[in-house]
DNA sequence: ATTCCGATTGCCT
DNA sequence: GGCAATCGGAATG
């Protein structure tokens, strides 16, 4: 089962390219957390591209700091940032070291370890479709549900615990739009996912 | 030291 | 559709 997944894993160049272009490729992919006694993978179904230079919205516009310093890190890492103070958010940092690059990773579909991010969620196993849908459909809920935290912040996605395969594709039919919740270089249409895919955010 | 505010979410009307 | 929750990063004094 897992071995399937470990076999696919996406490669660092992958991640070197850039981050409009690996924006879209991650889009189909399977999402992989793996720990001692589950394993939860999902579909991505929803990006957001934040690139250094000419984009006043992403972490990285004003240069590194404790906070982002790993944007700026090659591409295949994790960035992890805490907002509202309650949620934290997770990004695939994109191109070579010193860009500052990294796509937000803003929806999933479940594919397998429902009842894992059920728990995580709602502090239950069985739940209704509609719940279902609420589980992984936000950068925020992605991060409780797969209980990401501060700690994998910089963590290496080319590693055994939280990675990205490739799938057997099924062509997907991408959309693209303004990014969601920026005040700053808001009319870039760097939002991208997958049309019909009932799990894409509302908001 | 203090102030401002955010790559969100859930609950309310 | 509106808004509170809640905290830390970043800017300002």
């Known amino acids: 089962m897992i071995d399937t997944y ?110 894992v991010l059920a728990m995580n969620r709602y502090k239950k196993k069985l739940i209704s479709e509609k719940e279902k849908i609420g589980l992984t459909n936000g950068p925020g809920k992605i991060c409780q549900a797969l209980e990401i935290h501060r700690e994998h912040n910089g963590i290496d996605l080319t590693g055994n615990i939280i990675f990205i395969s490739d799938a057997e594709n099924e062509s997907i039919s991408i959309l693209q739009s303004k990014r969601i919740g920026i005040k700053k270089s808001a009319d870039l249409l760097w939002r991208f996912y997958i049309k019909d895919n009932p799990f894409v955010s509302k908001r």
């Open 6 to 115: 470990l076999q696919n894993k996406l490669e660092r160049k992958f991640y070197k390219k850039d981050v409009l272009t690996v924006a879209k490729n991650l889009l189909g992919k399977f999402f992989i957390k793996v720990n001692d006694t589950n394993i939860v993978v999902c579909k991505i179904v929803e990006v957001e591209a934040y690139a250094g230079v000419n984009d006043e919205a992403s972490h990285s516009f004003n240069g590194i700091t404790n906070r982002n310093k790993v944007m700026f890190e090659q591409g295949g890492l994790l960035y992890i940032y805490f907002t509202y103070g309650i949620h934290f958010c997770a990004n695939v940092v994109t191109g070579e070291k010193g860009i500052g690059s990294a796509v937000l990773l803003r929806a999933f579909e479940p594919i397998l370890g429902v009842d």
